[in-house]
């Protein structure tokens, strides 16, 4: 019989020995125990990398999820005026943001601050649709509430987990309505604005200057926005401050001390017929600085801080009156008579007459060209005047006639040589520049060379026709002549390098021949039978200018540019009121304009000098 099957054989039937069995289960459990001991290994790794190599990761992430960054907006600027008065300051003032989150709980908590913030349902659904577009930044939705306002919803803050209230310096404006084209306002930054390359680091809910000095000194008044944290809970609901994370302090902006006179605007404001439109701007003839910019009717800087409502930009932005139109820098009008001084400064420089000239024809009320008279405003006539008499008196015959001894071609470049088609460059946004025709060719294009007549330099000599000016652009020429330095820049910022500017134009008249001019302008204040007489100064020897616009839609505008004192000329003045003169009646921009003039000189001590007129009337 042979032996047992062993040594691996298997058994009939396909049994194996218990040999077999044990030696496949040792294997198995090496295999299994290899096995566990790769997978350990494994997790080794993998919480080596999570808690040692990913750690500062890891905790960013966790410290990211509970902390929310809070912008800081940083104190903007204080603006000064030339005394030191304030014109612009900051207030403590509340805010309130929604933090990052879901849209649909930015939506309720919207209509839940609804009755509280005065929010339609057009508002809600805008200030939505930008916390959709931004849902990593925090929405600012008021940034001037009312201390009431902010208790009642801290009372309510379980309603309200998403809402952040702080505490920031608020835009206010001292002397509201009267300064407020000049110094502009303050709102949240646009989408648009975003996108602009001076505001590359700002982020939206920024609060920046929109309009006047606020925008055009923005990078220097607006500073630097720091940050703090927040710590929130699973639900986003601010649980505290985050007191061992450092915050960033913010960076205050920088003050500005501008040339203008507060007392004038608040003087400007007081004595503007308030049922007419219009503006009043004067200078410093020698350094340039703005001494007044004022367009009215106006608007109260303080409403736009914090937001202005849909409501009051809609009645503001509507008004008939045009509120928002800064008349002294953004509006152009013919200038009337106050454009013959420079005629005549044109026809002096190039020689075709001088002051004491006589015209062919005197003034008998018209002037017959081709089978058209063009009028004087004197209906009887002025008779025959040399060109001071014609200043002095207004004639326009006596301008017709010498319009066309210059002649169109050398009109239109003698004017365009002092810079009448163009800007004057000031500091602050929104000047529209002066316009003048620059050649004939300008006339064929618009009117096709059969369309119009040499006629056209009879209207231009008196200021009306194809030319339209700015208060500020007349004020920059009188200054010009009122004193014979290279023509200044006007300037708002007090700055000894704004104050050397200069234009590269000039009057180019000798000396005597601007005092000649001068002393006729002064023919028009200072002695009876000039068109400003009525309104002369007894202490101070003032010269200028009056002008009656014709205009087409209603009653001719009223004029007024001069200067003074007329020896040291220290402001220059210009004003217009819309419609302010209608025949038989007295022009309404001569007394705004000495009521300035005297206060100014009067503010700064200004020597007396008795007005001294020795030319006789022809």
Known sequence: ?????????????????????????????????????ASIGLLAIAFFRLQV??????????????????????????????????????VPGYSLALLPGSPDSARATLERLAPWLELNSERIDELHERF???????????????????????????????????????????????????????????ESELEIPDFE?????????????????????????????????????IVGEFGPRPSIPATPGADLTLGLDLELHELADSIFPDTMKG???????????????YSFPTFDPNRFVGGISSENWSALRDDPAEPLLNRALSALYPPGSTWKPVVSSVAMREGVAGIEDFMPNGCNGALQYGNRPFRCWKRSGHGALDMSGAIKESCNVYFYQLGQR???????????????????????????????????????????????????????????????????????????????????????????????????????LSDPQRGQIVQAMSRVVNEPGG??????????????????????????????V????????????????????????TSLAVPLASRVVQRFLTDEEVPTSSPAVTASTP
């Open 406 to 508: 210059i002649g169109l071609d050398r009109l239109l470049s003698g004017v365009n040589s002092l810079g009448f088609n163009g800007r004057t460059g000031i500091d602050l946004p929104g000047e529209v520049g002066g316009r003048f025709p620059p050649s004939r060719d300008w006339y064929d294009e618009r009117f096709g060379p059969r369309g119009w007549t040499e006629s056209v330099t009879l209207n231009l000599s008196i200021g009306q026709g194809e030319t339209e000016q700015s208060l500020l652009r007349m004020a920059q020429f009188y200054a010009a002549l009122a004193t014979g330095l290279p023509p200044v820049i006007p300037h708002l910022r007090r700055s000894e390098v704004l104050e050397n500017r200069r234009v590269d134009w000039r009057v180019d």
């Open 132 to 190: 959709r577009q931004r849902p990593g930044t925090a929405l600012l939705v008021d940034d001037d509430l009312e201390p009431a306002v902010v208790a009642a919803i801290e009372e309510r803050r379980p309603q309200f987990r998403m809402v952040l209230i702080d505490t920031h310096p608020s835009r206010r404006y001292p002397p509201g309505s009267s300064i407020g084209h000049v110094i502009g306002y303050v709102s949240e930054i646009s």
């Open 53 to 90: 190599v990913g750690q500062e990761e890891y905790t960013l992430q966790s410290t990211q999820n509970r902390l929310r960054a809070i912008s800081v907006p940083p104190p903007r600027g204080s603006i000064y005026d030339r005394r030191g008065r304030l014109l612009a300051e900051n």
């Open 1 to 37: 019989m042979t032996g047992s099957k062993g040594n691996g054989e298997a058994r009939p039937g396909g049994v194996r020995s218990q040999s077999d069995v044990d030696r496949m289960r040792s294997r198995r459990a090496r295999l299994a125990l290899g096995a566990l001991y």
């Open 201 to 237: 680091t700002y982020e939206a809910g920024r609060i920046i200057g929109k309009k006047g000095i606020e925008r055009q000194y923005e990078l220097e008044l607006g500073g630097e926005p720091g940050v703090r944290f927040v710590e929130v809970d699973a639900r986003g609901s």
């Open 562 to 585: 001069g200067f003074a004192p007329a020896n040291d000329p220290r402001i220059v003045v210009a004003a217009i009121v819309e419609n302010g003169h209608p025949d038989n009646t």
């Open 279 to 293: 503006g009043i701007v004067a200078l410093d003839p020698r350094s340039g600085e703005v001494l007044l910019l």
């Open 531 to 560: 068109t400003a007489y009525r309104f002369r100064l007894a202490e101070w020897e003032m010269v200028g200018k009056t002008g009656t616009a014709q205009n087409p839609h209603g009653e001719p505008h009223s004029w007024f």
